[in-house]
């Protein structure tokens, strides 16, 4: 049998993203278009205080008005997320207590959602006011109110050392310490978080819509949570808006919206509204990191020490505690690219009377990518280096792979090195070097900023992937078209496009004769769903694998009718042939008519039918992707403005499935590293009120604040299916740092190092006012 995978003719292509049509069309079924007859609405009451106990909920005028079918608290809604690793209860309605800003307290179900608002303004709700919580080194300190009444703030401690650490640091001809501060910042989907749920009065069952990047993640908390069993259970989700991690989490708004579907028997929808969702998505990053590093006189990094403290919010959100994810694996990469021989990690997770921290997009990676090269740039500053130089002394070789960190992480074959080198070409760093020169002689400060990323991807488990497979479904239906079904849950990645290029090339078909299914649990098979950057190596491993299995069938069935040997079948084109005779064949129709219909035609011992489920478990516990960003800004030392002027990226995620695709993420990845470098926060006030819930305080980036980018690829291929790895999430992993990098150097003048994210207007004119230029200053 001609081994078809070894000729593709859709994997690697540039095909048009099969979903676009529908997408850009306004064809596409979001969840707000989901509506049945008799639909009630829902709306919610929140805590508009940090930290309280209640002391009475007066609901009596809310259930009063016209067209308000439910009214509840916790007492007719008794339910509960709780993490069982971290051993708390975030009620889906507050219990006595509230413990952020956003808290649901009270659920309106009414005709609609304008007098379901109506009600909610009448409830009337009395709080007894204690001391919030709201900085993660006060936190920690022993005087602190606790959070959780009886236990400590910090939930979690970790100590990790590498063996002759203490000498190395000690001994070390340089140390130099610097404090990096992460912002609060949410995924800011363009589609609000949303959930709806009806309820079969004849079957019982009940089904549920929702945004969501692992449907059978979220049917089986749903049922754990509401005491049901996973067959009375459908999880479907329609099209996403935009997920980027906050849409892998479990929400009490889920559950209460379940409840209500199934007490009041009718179907029940909630919407959030954009204020909603910048108080109740879970948010990200916010740490302190406290930071030591050691080096020699030729700026090889020898020890790395870094206390890294991370602010969980109230409670460990549901599956992912975002402060475990933004701490544990930052310091599973910390030294990234680099051969540093040493590191110490302190980690402490911390409650605090905030929205607890989830996922988002490149979780850790951002957070570790500007840690890593920040250190990299302070070495080179330090002793008067190119930062370039010091970059190539410390970086892995070509010789060291398989690569083990001081984490024990073990890095497969990447191509660090030349991605840099790649990527300094494109940006032509030399040129750049004089240029920047002569534009420091007439006041201007342009400046050029290195990121070179380890992406960990893949992950047996991630935060929407608590099973390190994937699982694929094929049919080829009696007309001989093809139907795949997979566990994933795309939010606009592409996956329809992309699983059927990898589906087509093993079945021999056109990508448009598949259909591919995803997000119902009742057609896909068990799987874990989409985060971690797992999907298209983990996914796309499955897709091969049941290809692989439906071809051998078909390759079987048509030898047997066709009279041949297996080992001449070759399927192309839709039909199945005899290699050298074309003429002799059979379409994939006719197979497929001999499979459900004439099945006195087949084989002896072959099943009638042409369906198959396989899972994929790659060979590896994780995959690790790298490249290297490079941007180049100006700053307008007078408005604080920061232009970014020219961006390059080299990229390494083995072979590439769909080279389109793949920029498009990068493309997301850079715009958002735009945002949290310069842009997006999240900010709570001395009072516990968040004060961003705008898009007018939460500022994300524009068409006019990203760049043009030059991009280009290396493949060096992982051991897993089709030699991919994820992808998902370096862009947004390296960007924050190389932008960050580039203010640095812009501003180097002014003793400029960026320590802190995003960087504003107000800061630069801040830094400039007080800074000395040492040339053209104007
Ligand atoms: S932040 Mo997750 O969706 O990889």
């Not at 959930?195 to 069952?205: E, I, T, V």
């Not at 919010?313 to 680099?338: C, M, Q």
């Not at 040129?431 to 990323?453: N, P």
């Amino acid at each position: 049998m001609a081994d078809m995978a070894s000729r593709p003719q859709f994997t690697g292509s540039r095909i048009t993203r099969i979903e676009d049509a529908r997408l850009v069309s306004g064809q596409a079924r979001y969840l707000d278009d989901v509506d049945f007859p008799g639909m009630l609405e829902v709306a919610f009451v929140r805590s508009n205080r940090p930290a309280a106990k209640i002391t009475s909920i007066d609901i009596e005028a809310a259930k009063a008005l016209p067209g308000v079918k439910a009214v509840w608290t916790h007492d007719n809604c008794p339910l509960e997320m709780t993490s069982a690793g971290f051993k708390t209860t975030w009620y889906a309605l507050a219990k006595d207590e509230v413990r952020f800003v956003g808290e649901p307290i009270v659920a309106i179900a009414a005709e609609n959602r304008y007098v379901a608002e109506d009600a909610a303004d009448l409830v009337r709700i009395r709080y007894e006011e204690v001391e919030p919580v709201l900085d993660v080194r006060t936190a920690a300190l022993e005087s602190t109110r606790q959070v959780h009444e009886g236990r400590s703030n910090v939930f979690f401690h970790r100590e990790r050392k590498t063996e002759g650490f203490d000498d190395a640091f000690n001994n070390a001809p340089h140390r130099l310490k610097d404090t990096f501060t992460f912002h609060r910042q949410t995924g800011a989907a363009m589609e609000n978080r949303s959930f709806a749920a009806l309820m079969d009065p004849f079957s019982g069952r009940l089904t549920c819509y929702c945004g969501h990047q692992s449907p059978h993640e979220l049917r089986s908390e749903l049922c754990e949570m509401l005491g049901m069993e996973e067959n009375m259970v459908r999880v479907v989700v329609p099209e996403v808006g935009g997920a980027f991690g906050i849409k892998a989490a479990m929400y009490p708004e889920y559950l209460v919206v379940s409840w209500m579907a199934l007490k009041l028997r009718r179907p029940v929808k909630w919407v959030s509204d954009r204020q909603e969702s910048f108080l109740s998505d879970v948010h990200a990053r916010d740490g302190v990191h406290d930071v030591e590093f050691a080096f020699d006189d030729d700026g090889k990094i020898i020890a790395i020490y870094d206390h890294m403290m991370a602010d969980q919010g109230a409670y460990a959100a549901v599956p992912f505690p975002g402060s475990l994810g933004e701490t544990v694996t930052a310091a599973n990469v910390l030294t990234g690219p680099y051969t540093i021989p040493h590191q110490a990690t302190v980690i402490d997770c911390s409650f605090s009377n905030k929205m607890p921290l989830g996922a988002y997009r490149g979780v850790w990676g951002p957070i570790a990518s500007f840690i890593q090269e920040g250190i990299v740039d302070r070495v080179a500053r330090h002793l008067g280096k190119d930062p370039v130089d010091v970059r190539r002394m410390n970086m892995i070789s070509d010789a060291d792979f398989p690569y083990k960190n001081p984490s024990k992480m073990l890095y497969d074959k990447g191509s660090y090195l030349k991605s840099m080198e790649d990527a300094l070409r494109l940006i032509g760093y030399e040129d750049f070097r004089k240029k920047q020169a002569e534009y420091r002689t007439q006041g201007r400060y342009l400046g050029v900023g290195i990121s070179v990323f380890v992406e960990p991807t893949a992950s047996a488990s991630s935060e929407a992937g608590s099973v390190g497979y994937e699982a694929c479904t094929i049919r080829v239906e009696p007309t001989g078209t093809v139907t795949a079904a997979l566990g994933l849950g795309p939010s606009g990645q592409g996956h329809e496009t992309t699983m059927a290029q990898l589906i087509a090339d093993q079945l021999g078909v056109d990508v448009k004769d598949i259909v591919i299914l995803h997000g119902d649990t009742d057609s896909a098979p068990f799987g874990g769903g989409t985060g971690g950057s797992r999907s298209g190596t983990i996914g796309g491993g499955a897709a091969i694998s049941a290809g692989k299995e439906m071809r051998a069938k078909l390759v079987k069935l048509a030898a047997h009718v066709l009279e041949a040997g297996e080992d001449d079948i070759e399927l192309q084109e839709g039909k199945a042939f005899v290699a050298g005779v074309p003429a002799k064949s059979l379409t994939i129709k006719e197979l497929a008519q001999i499979a459900y219909t004439h099945v006195a035609k087949l084989p002896e011992g072959m099943k009638p039918g042409l369906e198959i489920v396989t899972r994929y478990q790659p060979p590896f516990k994780v995959s690790f992707s790298n490249g290297t960003h490079i941007a180049v800004v100006e700053v307008h030392p007078d408005t604080g403005l920061i232009e970014t002027l020219d961006y390059a990226v080299v990229n390494d995620c083995g072979n590439l499935i769909n080279p389109t695709i793949v920029e498009g993420q990068i493309h997301g990845g850079v715009a958002q590293g735009i945002g949290e470098a310069f842009l997006e926060e999240l900010k709570y006030d001395e009072n516990g009120q968040l004060v961003t819930t705008s898009m007018q305080d939460y500022l994300l980036p524009a068409s006019v604040e990203v760049p043009r980018m030059k991009i280009e690829h290396i493949e060096t291929p992982s051991a897993s299916e089709g030699g991919f790895k994820g992808m998902g999430e370096g862009s947004l992993i390296a960007a924050p740092a190389a932008l960050t990098a580039a203010v640095s150097d812009a501003l180097e003048p002014f003793g400029v190092m960026v320590n802190a994210m995003p960087v504003t207007p107000a800061q630069v004119v801040e830094w400039v006012s007080k800074g000395t230029p040492a040339v053209g200053a104007d």
